[in-house]
């Protein structure tokens, strides 16, 4: 079930990809926004492409549920970085029009989105957390 929405297995699958894929390719095409020097844009535009992209997991759980899970005990870190990550990345782009602080607050936004996607998948943070120990050692 996804929502009040009565989806087949089959069309929560294809909401996903689509909705995954579209906030990919939004994210990526921001970057021209970045080569011609429209750090505003870039930022709004990179910041929708991820939530267009989280919004994707909702066609398989649930968009309620997706809310209500974003804040349990093993998502709560993350989706907290997430969302002060998206908000600084608009604020540094906009008020302080920041390049540098604006692409690192995308990457923070990048990887706390990442960690987030990952408590979705069985042991996926902890072989994460092996496979940065091994780069690190």
């Known amino acids: 079930m996804c929502g009040n929405f009565n989806?087949?297995?089959t069309q929560r699958f294809?909401?996903?990809?689509?909705?995954?894929?579209?906030?990919?390719?939004i994210s990526i095409l921001s970057s021209i926004l970045l080569t011609l020097g429209s750090i505003t844009g870039f930022a709004i535009l990179?910041?929708?492409?991820n939530l267009v992209s989280l919004c994707a997991t909702g066609f398989l759980v649930g968009f309620l549920a997706q809310l209500k899970r974003m804040f349990d005990a093993s998502r709560l870190t993350a989706t907290i970085i997430f969302i002060v990550a998206m908000v600084l990345t608009l604020v540094?782009?906009?008020?302080l029009e920041s390049v540098i602080?604006?692409?690192?607050?995308?990457?923070?936004?990048?990887l706390a989105l990442l960690w987030?996607?990952?408590s979705y998948i069985p042991f996926a943070r902890d072989?994460?957390?092996?496979?940065c120990g091994g780069l690190l050692a």
């Open 101 to 110: 602080l604006t692409i690192i607050c995308c990457v923070i936004q990048f």
């Open 127 to 131: 072989m994460a957390k092996k496979i």
């Open 92 to 95: 540094v782009a906009i008020v």
């Open 116 to 118: 987030y996607s990952l």
């Open 14 to 25: 294809y909401g996903f990809g689509i909705c995954f894929g579209l906030g990919f390719l």
């Open 7 to 9: 989806l087949s297995r």
């Open 46 to 49: 990179y910041t929708f492409g």
